[in-house]
């Protein structure tokens, strides 16, 4: 089992930039797959990024392409999120999950963390 808990949130200005981190507890954490995900107000649960096991591949959503950036540090059992040229679309609630294998699916999701908000100001 893993349990996962992110940090980094906070207020930006438009432009700015945050690095959201997701620190797991476990022995496993390096046979996850490990995602971002965001949820909006009013709006459904989206994918953001993925990373796999062992960090060689990553796949970002569209909206997110050339401005966000997943990365992982197994010895630290941490998934982080650098996100740069935030706007106000970006404004979410942001979790991380493990996963068996990678995907960009909520339901391919075994483990989440209890998320944490970004708000981008305009």
């Known amino acids: 089992q893993v349990q996962l808990v992110e940090s980094g949130g906070g207020l930006v200005q438009a432009g700015g930039s945050l690095r959201l981190s997701c620190a797991a507890s476990g022995r496993t954490f390096s046979t996850y797959a490990m995602g971002w995900f965001r949820q909006a107000p009013g709006k459904e649960r989206e994918f953001v990024a993925v990373?796999?096991?062992?960090?060689?591949?990553?796949y970002n959503a569209d909206s997110v392409k050339g401005r966000f950036t997943i990365s992982r540090d197994n010895a630290k059992k941490t998934v982080y999120l650098q996100m740069n040229s935030l706007n106000s679309e970006d404004t979410a609630v942001y979790y991380c999950?493990?996963?068996?294998?990678?995907?960009?699916?909520?339901?391919?999701?075994?483990?989440w963390g209890q998320g944490t908000q970004v708000t981008v100001s305009s």
């Open positions: 999950a493990a996963a068996s294998v990678s995907g960009t699916k909520l339901n391919e999701y075994d483990y």
């Open positions: 990373i796999s096991r062992v960090g060689g591949i990553t």
